[in-house]
């Protein structure tokens, strides 16, 4: 096994274990702070595909923005402790089949496909050929992801508006 | 033809227009501080009405596809971003005298319906994984942040963060079949990804693999669709939203949704194959959507049979009638395509009408309860002839319009023999007929004690109920120019 192999693995059971960690914890804190651990996993991951520069938009945006306002929403919540976060209706028979059946299709899936595969590639930036597809093939969906930036900002300043200010 | 992005700017003044549009209303919000609240509307239904024209005039010779091969410009396409924009200014017409949204700043609501449907109309062309994903996801945002919009209201709320929790999953669903079926094609455009299939010959495991994709994507589009078993955010949302959001979430982001199903799985993951489509052998998608399709049109109607809030029943009917329509999706060929779009169709005015009928009672009585429609009859006959109308329509009765959809996708069913999934349909259009009637009968039949108080219609809504009772009226005299309209724009780029 090689180094690569060594590090590929302890990301992955860190990206894993963390995002288990998120979803049972009982409490908020701990959710938001194990994110953390989940949002650099999945950083590392993009390096390991060799996209430089999602790794560092991940890292940038995913853990320097969304976690930190994640945690100031936290701070502002009272209940921090203790949450029973589960549903009135509880079907653990039902939900473990599925989960089980959902589990075993998407690694099947994962292990027995013949992936088109490109082999490997000499890890280069990413950055030009990012900024070039942007300003060509891409132009579209670049500029529709700032229509939706525009309506998620109409509908924020909706939410915040004083109920006076009709 | 494949156009740059230069010269797909001739061909994208609708959506161009409609961008305009949610810019100006948003400055002569913050600029017009007393006019805006006649100046928003109106600049609105300009711009509504500027795009539907420019689509109108769209002469785009044969099919070819825009910006890099980002949206695909076809028949088709036309076909739902006309049907689009005219259901965009029937809602906004009807949002004009409503007082649910009276008591709210209005601004933002016609900023938010140009929006949503400059996403919608995206939907309809989209031909790359990437767009159709980011279309998707500007109607999905924009919808929950309309469907919130009465912010002092629980049940708005409520149903605001059930349809951002539903739509989440279901849209991470999406995108997990989308990345599978990357990986085994390498491409994100559409017709590169059938190329791709057919140049491997889907074998082995793949076809398991392909088929779970055909499950995740279909979480994706049956979510905005309202199918079973991705309707349950359904009645929720549709409760607690304002009823013209709810009229528009009913017939707009359904039709959009269809679109979008169709495209990707016609041009996907099927090969056109003389009149008809053929899908990829080994992955048998339409079988799926067939078990879907009995699924939804089943239970939202045995739902519905027992609901006594207006708001609740119809948003099951409309589960139902997602059912309806799939049916002409799944047979592969022109005329069961060509019955789904004429099934739209009357689809919009129907149930538009059933929702607006409801706006307008809501207006002065506020309420939603079944129970207290009673005596409406002697109350305003014209609402209660109208309300009757549009449910005889929805059931499917002769002189109207609603009559036209069932028999065009009956005998599209028919026609490819499969005479157990048409029997199926009809037994769920009687079942479906029980709670339609009942409805009439407490607006008709049934009547309390207390002495029969005019109803006050304002004169727009007026005008408006009988410019949606036109067409459900007539259709069924001058059906011929829906039967040309409709068997022309069953074209797809890269098909047929």
Not at chain 2, 242 to 249: D, E, G, H, N, R
Not at chain 2, 298 to 305: D, H, K
Not at chain 2, 363 to 388: C, H, V
Request: charged content about 10%.
């Amino acid at each position: 096994m090689s180094v690569t192999d060594v590090v590929f693995i302890l990301t992955a059971v860190v990206t894993v274990g963390s995002a288990v960690v998120v979803v049972v914890s009982r409490s908020l804190i701990y959710s938001v702070f194990s994110l953390l651990f989940t949002f650099f996993g999945v950083a590392v991951l993009y390096v390991f595909l060799g996209a430089d520069f999602l790794a560092g938009a991940q890292v940038l945006i995913y853990v320097g923005g969304i976690l930190v306002l994640l945690l100031f929403g936290v701070m502002l919540t009272h209940r921090l402790y203790n949450l029973n976060l589960t549903t009135e209706r509880f079907q653990p028979i039902a939900g473990t089949l599925i989960a089980a059946a959902v589990f075993v299709s998407i690694s099947l899936a994962a292990f027995k496909t013949k992936w088109k595969l490109v082999g490997d590639r000499e890890l280069e930036p990413t950055t030009q050929q990012i900024g070039e597809a942007f300003l060509s093939s891409y132009l579209l969906p670049f500029e529709i992801a700032s229509v939706l930036l525009l309506v998620a900002l109409i509908g924020a300043a909706m939410l915040v508006r004083r109920r006076t200010d009709v | 033809m494949n156009l740059g992005n230069l010269d797909s700017l001739t061909f994208f003044y609708p959506e161009l227009i409609l961008l305009g549009g949610i810019l100006l209303v948003v400055i002569s919000d913050i600029a017009l501080k007393g006019l805006r609240n006649r100046v928003n509307p109106l600049l609105t239904l300009a711009a509504l009405l500027l795009a539907l024209f420019c689509t109108l005039q769209t002469d785009h010779g044969s099919a070819m596809t825009l910006f890099e091969g980002m949206l695909a410009l076809d028949n088709f396409a036309l076909f739902f971003k006309v049907f689009l924009l005219v259901a965009g200014i029937l809602v906004l017409l009807g949002s004009l005298h409503s007082e649910e949204l009276a008591s709210v700043h209005r601004g933002e609501f016609h900023a938010l319906l140009l929006a949503v449907t400059l996403g919608m109309l995206l939907m309809a062309n989209s031909a790359h994984l990437v767009m159709l994903y980011l279309s998707l996801e500007l109607v999905s945002l924009t919808s929950y942040i309309m469907v919130g919009y009465l912010r002092s209201d629980r049940l708005s709320n409520e149903a605001s963060m059930k349809y951002i929790l539903f739509g989440a999953v279901s849209t991470g669903a999406m995108l997990y079949g989308f990345s599978l079926l990357y990986g085994m094609t390498g491409s994100l455009d559409l017709f590169a990804i059938r190329d791709a299939l057919l140049a491997q010959e889907v074998v082995g495991f793949n076809q398991v693999t392909l088929l779970l994709v055909v499950v995740l994507t279909t979480a994706g589009f049956g979510f905005k669709t309202a199918a079973v078993p991705f309707h349950f955010w359904c009645p929720d949302v549709y409760t607690g939203a304002p009823t013209p959001v709810t009229a528009f979430l009913s017939v707009a982001p359904k039709a959009a949704g269809f679109a979008i199903l169709v495209r990707f799985f016609l041009s996907g993951l099927s090969q056109p194959a003389g009149e008809q489509w053929r899908f990829i052998s080994g992955v048998d998608w339409p079988l799926v959507l067939i078990v879907v399709s009995v699924l939804t049109m089943t239970l939202g109607n045995i739902a519905a049979l027992t609901q006594n809030n207006l708001k609740r029943m119809l948003a099951y009917s409309s589960i139902a009638h997602a059912g309806y329509i799939l049916m002409g999706a799944v047979l592969l060929t022109g005329s069961g395509l060509k019955a789904m779009l004429v099934y739209l169709f009357v689809y919009l005015f129907m149930n538009l009408g059933a929702f607006f009928v409801v706006t307008v009672i809501f207006n002065s009585e506020k309420t939603f309860e079944l129970q207290d429609y009673n005596g409406m009859f002697r109350r305003s006959p014209f609402l209660a002839i109208a309300m009757s109308i549009f449910l005889l329509s929805l059931i499917g009765i002769p002189p109207f319009a609603g009559f036209l959809g069932k028999l065009y996708i009956f005998g599209a069913v028919i026609d490819q023999g499969l005479y157990w999934f048409a029997v199926v349909g009809a037994l769920n259009a009687a079942v479906a007929a029980f709670y339609y009637m009942r409805i009439m009968k407490h607006m008709i039949l049934e009547n309390d004690d207390r002495p029969p108080t005019p109803l006050r219609i304002s004169t727009l809504n007026r005008a408006l109920l009988i410019l949606l009772l036109v067409p459900n009226i007539v259709l069924i005299v001058f059906w011929a120019p829906i039967d040309r309209w409709t068997a022309n724009s069953i074209t797809l780029f890269g098909g047929l």
